[in-house]
């Protein structure tokens, strides 16, 4: 379906002006400049069948035309998502590490984790091979039982040996802002794509520039 416009929908008012709605709208301008885009709260939502909304906010209304409404009730349901993750044999715990999941037409990508610093995000949080796997395992049972639809997702978990699940967040929240300039492409790009069909096909940190020689 071709949309007239886009809304990026934000939990307040005060939310408008936040760095994630801007940057994202900035991605989705730089892309795709014929569509109309606008970041509206949830109190100043109107239903349309011809505008294709971007939800950065569990908080959606029902009446929303949305295909992610179950998606997104399942993750505002953490404490019930967290009984069927420990059920499967996982580890239950508080995280500030985030495992960005891409689930584009082709199937799920994974990219570098990411973790909290002090006031800010860093990208890439190196893990070992065991626990990639552990979190990706867990990634892709976790989209399966959602019924995830394309997107661009955070795994939350705490750990970087053993880790545990803490939730799943269904939509680019504030700590993918560490992918700007350092992932390729980054976690907001990955995520507009996702929303117009376009393929990913890997995802790869940019390297670190070379040392200036001083003189």
């Known amino acids: 379906m071709i949309y007239s416009s886009v809304q990026i929908v934000v939990e307040s008012e005060r939310d408008r ?7 994202l709208q900035d991605t ?13 709260s949830i109190q100043t939502l109107k ?3 011809e505008v294709l909304f971007c939800p950065l906010t569990l908080n959606i209304p029902d009446h929303l035309p949305f295909l992610g409404q179950k998606t997104y009730e399942f993750c505002r349901s953490i404490e019930s998502l967290q009984q069927t993750v420990s059920i499967w044999g996982y580890p239950i715990g508080e995280g500030k590490n985030w495992l960005p999941i891409i ?7 994974y990219g570098e984790a990411i973790q909290n610093g002090n006031l800010t995000y860093h990208q ?5 091979d065991r626990t990639r796997q552990t979190l990706y395992q867990l990634g892709y049972q976790l989209l399966r039982h959602i019924q995830a639809i394309p997107g661009v997702y955070l795994l939350q978990f705490g750990g970087t040996s053993n880790p545990c699940f803490d939730r799943l967040i269904p939509f680019p929240d504030t700590p993918v802002l560490a992918s700007l300039g350092v992932q390729e492409p980054d976690l907001l790009t990955s995520y507009w794509y996702c929303q ?20």
């Open 103 to 109: 689930l584009s037409a082709k199937g799920p990508l």
């Open 124 to 128: 890439p949080l190196h893990l070992g």
């Open 47 to 49: 239903a349309s069948e």
């Open 196 to 215: 117009i069909g376009t393929p990913l096909i890997d995802l790869q940190i940019k390297p670190l520039p070379l040392p200036s020689n001083s003189a």
């Open 17 to 23: 002006s936040a760095t994630l709605p801007i940057k």
């Open 28 to 40: 989705i301008q730089r892309i795709s400049p014929k569509i109309d885009t606008t970041i509206q």
